[in-house]
């Protein structure tokens, strides 16, 4: 859910024209060696958008629940962001702590990838929309851009997760792979 879909009561075109797992507003799922789990970032979300939510609480059990060989959160609004928009500091949970690898964001019409507090936070805005300035880079901020639209790729196995970010000229502006860490011995 985005900002938009909460400008109609209730999100619900949102929510009655999808079918999502858990209540749709918060929820996750398994893709191959990753296990997603998408957030409402919206401060309309009826079980709140801060570290000690209700929709905190649950993200936090089910990254420790999980299995899977990565585990990826994604949400619209950003926790940290340079561009026009900036950073939605409510949202910045102790993700890493809780077992996530990556977080992804949008909101701001820009690309950017942020290093904060051992985890990698990409900003990808790039979809279509028309890009959005940078002001002042946030803390950690490692590349911005907005140039041209674009699309991130990510690809992941046991072992190693590669994510990068592609112009519609097929033009690479970012890649990072990230590696799994080894299991103690039984």
């Known amino acids: ?22 209540n749709e507003r918060y929820y996750d799922f398994v893709k191959g060696d990753v296990h997603f789990f998408a957030i409402d970032s919206d401060e309309r979300e009826p079980d709140g958008i801060t570290a000690t939510s209700k929709q905190a609480a649950w993200l936090e059990q089910a990254l420790k629940k999980s299995t899977a060989a990565w585990q990826i959160v994604f949400m619209h609004h950003p926790p940290y962001s340079s561009a026009s928009h900036g950073s939605s500091e ?5 993700y890493a702590k809780w077992g996530a690898d ?8 820009t690309y950017e990838r942020v290093e904060q507090g051992g985890i990698v936070y990409v900003v990808n805005g790039l979809g ?14 490692v ?4 140039k041209r639209h674009g699309a991130q790729f990510i690809e992941a196995s046991k072992s190693t997760l ?10 690479t502006i970012d890649a990072f792979s990230l590696e799994a860490p ?4 039984p």
């Open 102 to 109: 990556l977080v992804l964001a949008g909101h701001d019409h």
């Open 128 to 141: 279509g929309n028309r890009p959005y300035p940078f002001r002042q880079p946030v803390p950690g901020s």
């Open 143 to 146: 590349i911005q851009y907005q």
């Open 1 to 22: 859910l985005g900002n938009h879909d909460w400008e109609t009561p209730g999100a619900k075109p949102y929510l009655d024209y999808f079918t999502l797992p858990g």
């Open 182 to 185: 080894a299991k103690p011995a």
């Open 162 to 171: 590669v994510s990068r970010f592609s112009t519609i000229d097929r033009e």
């Open 90 to 94: 409510e949202l910045r949970w102790p």
